[in-house]
């Protein structure tokens, strides 16, 4: 079997494995947590003995739990992820509408992570000295700076005060969502940045002092040349790893930022549905993120072997 497709499809045989696995946690969670799921469909009211009756046929509360499982399981294989019942829509269609917000802003973080990331590690490792101590000490700080703290941060200085770009929403239309989503995309990216360039800059000063570049060197290449091919090559192992994780939990960073500059996208959408307890969207937004993240982790194996194909054995 050719090695390129044993690797793909042990990934895809995982990812399979993961899901079922993470499905089953997620419906569990309901639960798991103090108090009945009654007491989650009703909030803070009491229910009649004849509404708590039509709540436990409606929800298939008297079925044994594994049959519960199933029938929910059957449901998101078919996409019917159920009714909110808040909203008294489908969830599905709760979670569409919102999808493009989100993928917007977590795409436009990525590619501020990535380009950003991967600029100043690249910088501090090349330039010793004080470009390096004053990259390093701004990364700490970002690492250090909650999402939500540098959202009022920009919101303050450059959306009040300077009036650069709009406070609030996520626009329409390419340019004015790009412009709508800038601010939160920059409060969403910071800390992912400054860990993939110190990331960055740890993998390519290691490769540096490799004896295989000295003798690169030796042989009378160009430092650029030495550079792209024989470091930063070498050190995007490492690079790509922390790149897909970080890339990852931007689903799940979003709802923190999606909530300080009031997106309307899956975060928000979660926030408000753990608030008004309702379950059914909270279980598939939760599922949802688990799934994302487990794709993109698979798509990050999936490109090892284009940066390395000495992995395929």
């Known amino acids: 079997m050719n090695p390129w497709l044993k690797f793909v499809s042990k990934r895809l045989a995982g990812l399979v494995v993961v899901f079922f696995a993470a499905s089953f946690l997620v419906f569990s969670l309901l639960y798991l947590a103090p108090g009945s799921p009654i ?5 803070n009211r009491s229910g009649t003995p004849e509404q708590i ?27 019917d992820l159920g009714q909110s019942i808040v909203y008294r829509q489908d969830v599905a269609a709760l979670i569409g509408a ?7 802003l977590v ?6 992570i990535l380009i950003v990331g991967v600029a100043i590690g690249l910088l501090a490792a090349l330039r010793p000295g004080w470009v390096d101590a004053t990259l390093r000490g701004g990364m700490t700080v970002a690492l250090s700076t909650p999402p939500f703290v540098v959202g009022v941060l920009l ?6 005060s300077l009036g650069w770009f709009p406070v609030f929403g996520a626009g329409r239309g390419f340019a004015d969502t790009v412009w709508h989503l800038t601010l939160p995309a920059l409060a969403l990216a910071g800390g992912g940045a400054a860990f993939l360039g110190r990331i ?32 930063v090559r070498n050190a995007l192992i490492p690079v790509v790893t922390v790149a897909g994780l970080t890339v ?14 009031a997106v309307d996208g899956l975060g928000s959408l979660l ?22 993240f487990i794709v993109i982790n698979t798509i990050v194996d999936v490109i090892y072997l284009l940066v390395d194909p000495r992995i395929k054995a």
């Open 39 to 43: 007491s989650f469909l009703l909030g």
């Open 155 to 160: 919101i303050l200085v450059f959306a009040l």
């Open 271 to 292: 926030v408000r549905a753990i608030l008004q307890r309702d379950f059914v969207v909270v279980q598939a937004l939760v599922l949802l993120l688990v799934v994302t």
């Open 53 to 79: 009756a039509a709540i436990r046929a409606q929800y298939h509360l008297d079925d044994p739990f594994l049959t519960r499982y199933a029938a929910w399981l059957g449901g998101i294989l078919h996409g």
């Open 248 to 261: 990852a939990s931007l689903v799940a960073g979003a709802v923190v930022v999606e909530s300080v500059f």
């Open 98 to 104: 919102r999808i493009p917000t989100t993928a917007a």
């Open 200 to 231: 960055t800059r740890a993998a390519t000063r290691g490769e540096l002092a490799r004896d295989h570049v000295e003798t690169a060197r030796a042989r009378g290449l160009g430092e650029s040349r030495v550079i792209t091919r024989h470091v």
């Open 107 to 112: 795409g436009y973080a990525s590619v501020i």
